[in-house]
């Protein structure tokens, strides 16, 4: 720590930190434009000017740029002198000089940083009075709109994009006053993480195109916090609301996961919770006639169902909470209730959770990810199936650069040597798949084979590491060479990360890639963590309730064993081949579903209820680290229109079990399921001692969802009715339907709705909530981890046997950011931008079957015919053929399948 003199007061603070890092983190508002924590200072934007003095008799002083000054022992510094003042003033000015004047009608007005930092600096006026520079805009994509006239030359967007995102398709161009920062010509950004734009930018240069259908200022909308549902990260996120529509999403702050930054399916795949296009309604099917009925009717229907079926399956969901799954275990028992899962994925998860459960391998956050210096990645897609997990391994990888810049004496703020250094200097990637992924581009060595060889080629890894383990039969030398340099590498790095999952449905490539960890773990000679991703928000939360297969439970009730089916929030089809899932539904009189979606299932079934989705209910998931993290209700439907019936589906499942056993109700709120799952599971336990309840309040008051200049609230249902009705009562969390109620940071409470600070209106205003800019929040980051008392150690290893893949083919997944999650396939933005689905064979196989590049191939499969067009791979192995699972038509029960014959298909 060193001692320094600020405003002629004395801190001490953190020599790692530049001066501007350190203003910021005390309280100081000094402005800035190109600085950003995760991005460094480059020193181009010459806002953050403030006086340094020699000595306290110097009374003249000299200016520097604090963020790219280090911190010195001693230093003596002034923000609020006159020189500073004026200097940082006349900046801005000249920044303005060809900035237009069109706050009224820019979408980031109110959300600007520039407006801010115009504040900051008290310049009211402009004394520039010619024409100003103007630009082509461009068009980037459906989701970025590009204004590029608002552009004030902070050279925040390349950095981002080009240097931390390693995007190639977004650049600058020009020089002096004339910069340009766009495209080489129109046409859609092609990284993943593109939306962070929106928010990295200090300006209205890019906006969020699908907020400007339905544009309303920050003020206007009310927010919940939340956690992204698309996958298994568990991503904080804020959910912005305006008259019962989701708005738009930011990034929420969490210093142990997404940090900054989020990807574009969190962002931007939201419009499928729109009212108008869901079930509203409780509906009944009598002789295909559909009857909609009201909430009385509806709870008769479903008692009279439970009534007259005494056996009923109940199917959950892995993209509900815990809440709803536990409500249905409850409704129909614990052998009866199915997590919904296919056998293989079941299998995976259950070793993920056997790790999970093992303190003794260490389970690193999103951020710590960032830290490892040799990772290794076993039969995962990451940018496709978890790509904020595949934007923390690229910047593991460039870790490298920083740490050789600070043993140089060079900050690891300094963004352009840290650059400079970064392309010779990498941390090492290695990368088993079956076919290409976007990751290749940064690895040191990829591997491409079918899961066998992929859990062949890990065990002479692990053999390497351990020669008491079986040798390794049938590998030629350069792959033996290559299993040895890469456990060398493994083993001599200080940290190791081995990360997998569940998305190609192997127990093999799991058990290979914790036998590789064991066998690391065993030499003690550094740190060695693993990460297991899975498919979706809140899997492994479901598996710990636990329940049957779905093909169990299929099996049940297609051979009679048991009468009846609820679905919650689950479509089979997703599952179940359509073949099967038709024959099941043509007698629809036994099922029952629960669904915020016409899913094709919800569609095919005898009685309908209408759930609440999760921007509109509360509830708890566990992310892939075996984090436990609340979500919030944004809003009300049922205020909106009283016609509407919607409820969270514990709540319908738990009427429909009182009514139907004649007992009182005993769920009033959403704390009340908590006590009863945390009571019968142990593992739980901390979920009610750690996550705030509906009590929790800040100086008595109740946390208030909306910003204080929110002008909504007597004109929400005035185009219905001039009498505005009382907000609704949130009887389930502590937040209001309101701007009334406490919104400043407090160290009590780390669940923020919405990033709004006095002066600070811009997502820059996390700064103020947090310790240290961009450390932790005052009151720490929300959630639990669930499994650090756990005390059971896994050190044997684990045995498996491969099936050897006969020359036959044999469907394998693919996937892709937009079309494989299951909710953002009803999105209208993300249907856009879903490619369409195609066959992956190998060149080989194309060049064997006579195949071109625009062939349409045939083949036959789960009693359906396939005909879809083909794309190559140089990478895949033969016989195989790529599907995208997960995607509609496309169900999870074709993996592993046997193709019977495949041709070119012929018009």
């Known amino acids: 720590m060193s001692k320094i003199y600020i405003n002629n007061k004395k801190y001490y603070v953190s020599e790692s930190d530049n001066l501007l890092k350190v203003c910021l983190s005390i309280g100081l508002d000094i402005p800035y434009f190109c600085w950003h924590p995760e991005l460094g200072s480059i020193g181009s934007c010459r806002q953050c000017a403030v006086t340094q003095y020699h000595d306290f008799s110097d009374s003249q002083g000299r200016l520097i740029m604090s963020c790219m000054t280090p911190i010195t022992n001693g230093s003596i510094i002034s923000t609020n002198d006159t020189i500073s003042q004026t200097f940082r003033k006349n900046i801005v000015e000249l920044l303005l000089t060809n900035h237009p004047h069109d ?232 052998k009866n209730f199915s997590h919904g899962m296919s056998i293989k994925e079941e299998s995976c998860v259950n070793l993920i959770l056997s790790v999970l459960k093992n303190n003794e391998f260490y389970i690193p956050s999103l951020k710590e990810i960032e830290s490892y210096d040799v990772i290794l990645i076993i039969g995962e897609d990451l940018t496709q199936t978890s790509p904020r997990v595949a934007l923390a391994v690229r910047q593991a990888i460039k870790k490298r650069a920083k740490d050789i810049a600070v043993l140089n004496g060079i900050p690891k703020w300094n963004a352009s040597v840290v650059s400079s250094i970064a392309e010779n200097y990498k941390n090492s990637l290695f990368i088993t798949h079956t076919h290409e992924t976007k990751l290749d581009d940064i690895s040191e060595w990829c591997y491409f084979g079918s899961t066998y060889d992929q859990s062949k080629f890990g065990s002479a ?60 773990k065993k030499k003690k000679a550094n740190h060695v963590a693993m990460t297991f991703l899975t498919s979706s928000a809140n899997t492994l939360g479901l598996a710990l309730i636990g329940g049957i297969s779905i093909e169990e439970a299929f099996k049940q009730l297609t051979e009679k064993k048991a009468d009846a089916v609820i679905f919650m929030e689950y479509d089979l089809y997703r599952y179940i081949s359509k073949y099967n899932c038709d024959i099941f539904f043509k007698n629809k009189k036994n099922i029952l579903s629960i669904d915020h979606q016409y899913t094709k299932t919800y569609k095919s079934s005898a009685i309908n209820l209408p759930c609440l989705n999760f921007s509109e209910s509360s509830g708890t998931i566990i992310n892939f680290e075996g984090r436990a993290q609340r979500f919030f209700q944004v809003y009300d439907p049922m205020f909106f229109d009283k016609e509407n019936c919607l409820y969270e589906s514990w709540k319908w499942l738990h009427l429909i079990k009182c009514k139907s056993l004649n007992k009182k109700i005993s769920w009033f709120n959403l704390d009340d399921v908590i006590l009863s799952y945390t009571n019968k599971y142990a593992i739980f336990k901390n979920i009610k001692i ?139 933005t993300i249907q856009k931008n879903i490619p369409l689905p195609y066959v992956l064979i190998s060149e080989a196989d194309g060049l064997e079957i006579g195949l071109k590049k625009h062939s349409v191939i045939e083949f036959y499969c789960l009693n359906k015919i396939f005909r879809l067009n083909i794309r190559f791979s140089k990478n895949l192995n033969n016989k195989q053929i790529g599907l995208p699972i997960g995607r509609k038509g496309f169900p999870i029960d074709l993996v592993g399948k046997k193709i019977k014959y495949i041709r070119e298909f012929v018009k």
Request: hydrophobic residues 30%.
């Open 461 to 520: 890894i692990a053999y390497n590491l351990d020669p008491t383990l079986p040798i390794v039969q049938g590998l030629n030398s350069y792959l033996l060479e290559k299993a040895s340099l890469i456990s060398k590498k493994l083993l001599n790095a200080k940290k190791t990360l081995i990360i997998s999952g569940t998305h190609s449905f192997s127990t093999s490539i799991i058990k290979t890639a914790i036998n590789i960890a064991i066998s690391i």
């Open 690 to 828: 750690y996550l705030p309840n509906a009590d929790f309040r800040i100086n008595n008051q109740k946390v208030a969802r909306s910003p204080n200049r929110y002008s909504g609230r007597t004109a929400l249902k005035s185009h219905i009715n001039i009498h505005e009705s009382s907000q609704p009562k949130d009887i389930n969390t502590m937040f209001s339907f309101s701007m009334e109620g406490f919104n400043q940071p407090h160290k009590a409470f780390s669940y923020i709705p919405f990033a709004w600070f006095p002066g600070w209106n811009s997502p820059q205003a996390w700064n103020k909530f947090q310790v240290e800019v961009g450390k932790e929040l005052i009151s720490g980051d929300s959630g639990i981890r669930l499994f650090q008392d756990n005390k059971k150690i896994l050190d044997a290893y684990l045995n498996f046997k491969n099936t050897i893949q006969k020359k036959c083919w044999y469907i394998i997944p693919y996937y892709n950011i937009f079309g494989n999650e299951e909710l953002t396939q009803y999105s209208d």
């Open 103 to 334: 706050c009224p009608v820019c979408e980031e007005g109110g959300n600007c940083h520039l407006q801010d930092m115009t504040v900051i600096n008290k310049h009211y006026s402009r004394n520039y009075r010619f024409l100003k520079r103007t630009h082509k805009n461009q068009y980037l994509g459906p989701f970025i709109k590009h204004e590029m006239n608002r552009c004030i030359s902070c050279y925040r967007c390349v950095r981002y994009y080009k240097d931390y995102a390693d995007g190639n398709d977004l650049n600058v161009y020009g020089a002096n006053s004339n910069i340009y920062f766009g495209r080489i010509e129109d046409g859609v950004l092609e990284n993943e993480h593109s939306g962070n734009l929106v928010e990295i930018c200090p300006t209205g240069v890019f906006t969020d195109k699908t907020h400007s259908k339905k544009y309303n200022r920050k003020w206007d909308m009310q927010y919940a916090p939340s956690i992204c549902q698309n996958c298994s990260v568990g991503c904080n996120i804020s959910i912005g609301e305006r008259y019962g529509e989701i708005r738009r999403i930011e990034n929420r702050y969490h210093q142990n996961i997404n940090h900054y930054f989020i990807c574009d399916l969190g962002r931007f795949g939201y419009s499928q919770n729109y009212l108008k296009k869901r079930p509203k309604n409780p509906s009944y099917v009598v002789n295909n006639k559909l009857n909609i009925l009201n909430f009385n009717d509806a709870i008769e229907k479903s008692v009279n169902f439970f009534q007259h079926y005494k056996n009923v399956i109940g199917v959950g969901s892995v993209r509900t909470s815990i809440e709803n799954n536990f409500a249905l275990q409850e409704l129909v028992g614990e």
